[in-house]
């Protein structure tokens, strides 16, 4: 389901899928800052997802497997902290301006025509089917868009697709940063003249180009993979209707497994043409904890270090795809499209949620949903989606934290009752 | 990207290419010039490259002092000056404060 849209015209939106994918590499510790991986000796398999942990070699101890097996653990875990910092970032501005900038919580009729049907209809049946077709809508974009990149990929249409990415990213970068600009001035009521606002958004927008599409510090880049899915994240709770983002929200997370999981899903073809091409990812679309190294796939014992810019891996995905990640020797990878639907769940839960607990509550609850999705990479090592389970742990805390906790802190405090 | 694995050359190429670019208007390139460069141009022991880099860095560093200063300028005469210029400043004004100035 990885999907991009480029547009140049507000309504289309710029949207991403994801999922999390293991890649082969994990062994070569190529990466200074690695935790110490033992050596890759012969785990390097050229084919298919198989574990690093060599469990079809009958020669290695048991003694040196567990130690592995503790050391891809342990590696693990450090890249779940690498990976929730980005991802906390991201939620903290997202609910940061939501809280703030109250443009994005107007609703002024205004949609995408990806959701045409309106949610201002008398009855809640009505209110509900409208919803649910608006979600139907929007899928159907999707599975087309991520088949056209399938498709695309496979016939090597590379340039197609840059130049696809290059124009959505331009449109992220200057447009939609022009428009937040001006609400948050707005909102703060400061004068701004235009030759100072075409400045920052130039550079803002010029620097950015150049960090995410050609080589640039590796924090830079982060950053601006963080703010340009804020920016998404808060276009999608603008435009989108109440109901019809829940519901979006949880079809996409059971599409994102369908599609990385099943046999014949549009991300796992991807997944297995870019292994097999032993190809480089465009950086693009997707957010690596580290510095990665292009390990070759039919390395025995040293890798090269034929280092790309940052992001490129040796084993998968290319860029179109949203939201693969996979643990690579530098680190570990989240498609952008994953910090945008969390953000987009944070963020709702900010805007139409009443209070804090509720937001708190879905952050915490995204979190251990990205925790268990890591630990569940550390284990199979192939590719995740990483969508269900956070969302789906956002959304029942989302509703229960509503509507069960919420009254219950009330009357508590109303009682002047402390637990 | 990580500087530590990229050779001298590179290293080298890619000063002079942000340096290069920063004259498109860009003095936010040659902050990131600075800044990532710097470690690179006045901490580590030398190497042959690293009197170009230097160059570099020094000239961004300029540039960017420069650009600092014209733009604070700008700001605070467009800020100050604001309402009484009446028409001219709603012209250059992208954004107009609510209220009695």
Redesign the interface.
Known sequence: IPLMNTSDSEEEFYNERTALVSSESPTMAT??QDSQLPGPADTETKEGASSRLARGTAEREPAVESEDEELTLKYGAKHVIMLFVPVTLCMVVVVATIKSVSFYTEKNGQQLIYTPFTEDTPSVGQRLLNSVLNTIIMISVIVVMTIFLVVLYKYRCYKFIHGWLILSSLMLLFWFSFMYL?EV??TY?????????V?II???G??GM??IHW????Q??QAYLIVISALMALVFIKYLPEWSAWVILGAISVYDLIAVLSPKGPLRMLVETAQERNEPIFPALIYSSA?I?MVGMAQTSSPE?R?Q??GQQATLIMRGIEGLGFPSAGGVKLGLGDFIFYSVLVGKAAATGGDWNTTLACFVAILIGLCLTLLLLAIFKKALPALPISITFGLVFYFSTDNLVRPFMDSLAAHQFYI | ??L???PNEEKLN?CRKYYL?GF??????WL?NV??FFREAFVKPPYTEQQHIKTYVKRSALGLLLWVAA?TT??TI??HF?AQWGEV?DY????????IP
């Open positions: 990466y200074t001006g001035f707005k009521n400061v004068a701004m003249d235009y030759p100072t606002l400045m130039w550079n803002f010029a620097v150049i960090c080589k640039g510090p590796l830079l880049q510095m190294w270090p280092d810019e940052t | 990207m990580n530590e694995r990229v890619l670019g498109a208007f860009l003095p936010f390139l990131v800044v990532w733009l700008w700001i467009f800020q604001r400043a250059l004004s992208f954004t107009i404060p609510l209220g």
